[in-house]
């Protein structure tokens, strides 16, 4: 079965910094690809989504993900950090024959410090 | 796109009293449903989805049962709630293909006591 995996719990950058989330898949056959943010108590909003084409997928705030068949991968990233980035991030997968579902990673705490 | 309208916002009930949260959808025709629980500091755990009015699948077995009386309403419910139904509720939406955004609704803090 699919099986999505974010390294690291927590992440923790300063300021201005690279921000770096991982997200790898276990699935052989390319799945269609998401990454979710969700600011505190609130539901979550669809940051960017791979499915065909250019494997580099701009987002929303300035982030941008890049699909990598060979390591299995869509790590998530943006090159310089702010404040209003701190949130829980959440990456995602969805195949053919999952029911329309998607299989979600256990999610990363993003922590900006100042 | 979808807007998702959830109440209440906030919930807090006494061990086994009877739960109904509500969910209905604006914006699309004829959705896929999910009820998810975000339990504190975890993940999200898919409890329900639909596909069509009374159409209702379940993904974890325990004591919550939804419904889907017209085509964008969507209610979680329980007759005795547990303590560890304690979380976050959310509701989601999506069209039907495999690349469609999931769009999800702010979201009910539930504390049962």
């Known amino acids: 079965a699919q099986s999505v995996t974010q390294l690291g719990s927590h992440v923790s950058v300063s300021e201005g910094a690279l921000v770096l989330l991982r997200c790898n898949y276990s699935s052989s056959v390319p799945p269609y690809l998401f990454w979710y943010v969700q600011y505190p108590n609130q539901g979550l909003q669809l940051l960017l989504k791979y499915t065909t084409g250019a494997t580099l997928v701009k987002g929303i705030n300035g982030f941008e993900a890049e699909f990598k068949k060979s390591e299995t991968s869509f790590h998530l990233t943006k090159p310089s950090a702010h404040m209003s980035d701190a949130a829980e991030y959440f990456c995602a997968v969805s195949e053919v024959d999952s029911n329309y579902q998607l299989i979600w990673g256990a999610g990363t705490k993003l922590i900006i410090k100042p | 796109s979808q807007t998702i309208h959830q109440w209440p916002a906030t919930l807090v009930q006494p061990v086994g009293s009877p739960l109904s949260l509500e969910c209905t959808v604006e914006?699309?025709?004829?959705?896929?449903l999910y009820w998810y629980r975000q339990a504190a500091g975890r993940g999200l755990q898919l409890l329900f989805y639909?596909?069509?009015?009374?159409?209702i699948s379940s993904e974890v077995p325990q004591n919550l049962s939804a419904s889907r009386p017209q085509d964008r309403q969507f209610i979680l419910s329980s007759k005795k709630l547990l303590l560890s139904d304690s979380g976050f509720y959310l509701c989601?939406?999506?069209?039907?293909?495999?690349?469609?955004?999931?769009?999800f609704g702010p979201g009910t803090r539930l504390t049962v006591l």
């Open positions: 914006g699309t025709s004829n959705p896929n």
């Open positions: 639909s596909v069509g009015i009374g159409q």
């Open positions: 989601a939406s999506s069209d039907r293909g495999h690349t469609d955004t999931q769009y």
